[in-house]
């Protein structure tokens, strides 16, 4: 049974730092791309940054790229984001996501909420 499970939100003050984790479990994360999605109260939920199945290959958001950081680690199954130079628009709920299985069926966890304020 495929699992996402995400940690590390919480407030933070404006020009912090974060880092949020996604556990994931019933398949491998090395096996396929996974991405952070976020969403912010009356928005629509959007792509924040992606990292390939081999993991050589990121995209972000043109919103947070250069402040974010997505990566893995295979060993503890999980992948992160280290976000930095935080702002007031990045309040929202972020969500792991993840795109399993020859159906490419997607997964999501039940998000983590980030508040940057002062």
């Known amino acids: 049974q495929v699992k996402l499970v995400e940690s590390g939100g919480g407030l933070v003050q404006p020009g912090g730092s974060l880092t949020l984790s996604c556990a994931a479990s019933g398949f491998s994360v090395s096996d396929y791309g996974l991405s952070w999605y976020r969403q912010a109260p009356g928005k629509e939920r959007e792509l924040v940054a992606g990292?390939?199945?081999?993991?050589?290959?990121?995209n972000y958001a043109g919103s947070v790229r250069g402040r974010f950081t997505i990566s893995r680690d295979n060993d503890l199954n999980s992948v992160y984001l280290r976000m930095n130079s935080l702002k007031a628009e990045d309040t929202a709920v972020y969500y792991c996501?993840?795109?399993?299985?020859?159906?490419?069926?997607?997964?999501w966890g039940q998000g983590t909420q980030v508040t940057v304020s002062s």
């Open positions: 996501k993840a795109r399993v299985g020859w159906r490419s069926v997607d997964y």
């Open positions: 990292i390939s199945s081999a993991g050589s290959s990121t």
